[in-house]
């Protein structure tokens, strides 16, 4: 449902790609890349929406888009990361945040929340405030319940999907970092192209970072493991290695593909997708012992 209590238009939620033949033990997931804003959001909020395209993962569904080619299904959300993150627990809210008392299972106290990025974000990526005023629970429980839970079933679907044709499933958590994440650079001076997350080591088997860091390196990229980015919600949720179920978070800094300033695509952007394509087919060509 929507902030006014009507059922929200499935278009708007979320897109699968799917392949015309499943070829690869894969599924790549874009929770940020959401562009499509509600009215009713846009209206009860205090910014414009130029100010919290901010937050998105501008054009990462593009960057991974050949997926469905190759035989993995893409999902990817339609709804922006300002409405509501889907890389976050159920309901991870901020109590500040509401005129009503939360009930006990809501997580307040999480690093995400003292941040003001929960499931419902305070701020978006500059800073700056989202809602001039405070919101109602139920309204939380709206958003979560017309679009958060339908994406998670739907993923846990399209996983649960995958293991049993392959007897496997690598589920791969697409996301962009905004070039200034922090002042980190390697050994050698350069800035991190990319940030790889396993939550240090419990969401994938060893050989999974393996074969995506070398193959990235390989290709000229700059890589860290699990820092500043371990993997979130998604990544820990999902990733189950002894269950077949191996989830592994990709960071890409947005300084590589696009203009952060005026949100546009650079002309590298195909090339990343290329090298993007290679990733995809590395990880699905993976043994299914990993």
Known sequence: MDAHGSSPDPSRVFEIRRPEVARLPLVLASPH?????????????????????????????????????????????????????????????????????????????SPRVAAGLGTIARIVGTGEEIYPGKLRFADAVRRIEGFYEPYHRTLRALVDETRTRFGHCVLVDCHS???????????????????????????????????????????????????????????????????GVHALQIEINRDLYMDEARLERRPFLTVLAGHMTHLIQVLGALSPGV
């Open 33 to 109: 890349s959401g562009s499509v804003y509600p009215a009713e959001f846009l209206a009860a909020t205090r910014l414009t929406g130029e100010a919290m395209r901010k937050s998105e993962d501008c054009f990462v569904d593009e960057i991974f888009a050949a997926g469905p080619e190759l035989g993995a299904p893409l999902i990817r959300a339609l709804f922006p990361r300002a409405f509501l993150d889907l890389n976050r627990e159920a309901y991870e809210l901020d109590p500040d945040m509401f005129e009503d008392t939360l009930p006990p299972y809501v997580n307040t106290r």
């Open 177 to 243: 970092m905004p070039s200034g994440w922090s002042g980190e650079r390697t050994r050698d001076q350069r800035k991190v192209d990319m940030v790889l997350g396993d939550c240090f080591g419990t969401s994938c088997a060893p050989a999974v970072i393996e074969a995506a860091e070398r193959t990235l390196r390989d290709r000229g990229y700059t890589v860290n493991r699990n820092a500043p980015y371990a993997g979130g919600f998604t990544t820990r949720h999902y990733g189950r290695p002894r269950q």
